[in-house]
């Protein structure tokens, strides 16, 4: 898959028996350059030719069959081993609203080129119900990190970030979740137009600067912030003409490139955090728990913790789980529960009228 961070395509693979899941190999393969500006400006922009449209559809799904060329390749087995390729797609489009997201790499091309069956197209079977169509990730986190006696955390920080609330084991509440707000996507636009780099390693440039306070606060009152879940967002809204929209186009002019990095991470982690807080209540001590890319970024991890003294802010890899594998893994598990005609559980989560069972199959 490709998320929203829109940086690179990765290929998770794993094993299934019965109810225990293994990650056997993963591994990641580059967006080309090009390809890559033409994705964020399609998200920022919303403009696309049909022409264009269809040239980046093929491109992206001929992209994902390379990476599924490219596991096979590192881990030495062959088409035939794989039961099926479980593939999100990129997303370009998210409207919930419209009951429509789109995702393109048809997973067509992956099929016959790859060899193998591939399942795909999940969002829509959601959104025909009156879902969200994201976000899916609650499910798949109460897998990996529910505790028995204790309500955690997961939160998952690519482009987008959202929460996963997983209740403890024993309790009855449903499992749910929903997109917080911008999580990596523009701070990783930011450095690219400012710093002329991909992303913030480490948080190292936002470090050097200073939280500007009065544009925080400008930027934490847009209505999405205070509306009540379900919802779901996507770099079609939180993307660099937002900014523009709330500061003004001089913005990156006045506002020292250092201390706008500062701002976006703090709006990362506080979005987060003011939507994690009312729903613990007064619980203490839980573990809240960083996946995807935004897990390395070890100034917003401390930035998330000084909003959330009261629980312990961990990166997934400490539970022994990769931060940039978890979303592949997740398709993957969605491809076999499609394969079996399972619907999954994501109604408390997305706000559909029922379960559903998610996603097309083509074969090779």
Known sequence: ???????????????????????????????????????????????????????????????????????????????????????????????????????????????????????????????????????????????????????????????????????ADHATEAVTGWDTGPGNGLIDEACQKLFACSYDRNGDLARQGAV????????????????????????????????????????AQRIDAHDLLATLTELTAVSIAQQVRPALGEQTGNSVWICGGGAFNRYLLERIQAHLPACTVCSSSDAGHDPNAIEGMLFAWLAHERLHNRPVKLSAVTGAERDAVLGGIWHP
Not at 240 to 249: H, Q, Y
């Open 1 to 167: 898959m490709s998320g929203t961070s829109v940086d690179a395509v990765d290929a998770a693979l794993i094993a299934i028996c019965d109810q225990s899941l293994q990650l056997k190999h993963f591994t990641t393969t580059p967006i080309p350059d090009k390809l890559k500006q033409l994705l964020l400006e399609c998200n920022s922009e919303q403009k696309l030719s049909l022409q264009s449209f269809s040239q980046l559809h093929s491109q992206m799904g001929q992209l994902f069959a390379a990476a599924v060329a490219q596991l096979l390749r590192e881990t030495g087995l062959e088409a035939r081993d794989i039961t099926a390729i479980g593939s999100h797609g990129q997303t370009i489009y998210h409207a919930p609203d419209l009951m429509m997201s789109l995702q393109i790499g048809h997973p067509a091309i992956i099929a016959k080129h790859s060899g193998i069956t591939t399942v795909g197209d999940f969002r829509v079977d959601d959104m025909a119900l009156g879902g969200q169509g994201a976000p899916f990730a609650p499910v798949f986190h109460q897998r990996l990190f529910s505790e028995p006696e204790q309500t955690v955390i997961a939160v998952n920080i690519g482009g987008i970030a959202n929460i996963s609330l997983l209740p």
């Open 212 to 251: 500007q306070t009065a544009v925080l606060d400008s930027l934490v009152q847009d209505s999405y912030f205070q509306q009540p879940a379900p919802k779901s967002s996507g770099r079609d809204y939180f993307n660099w003409p937002w900014l523009v929209e709330k500061l003004g186009n001089d913005f």
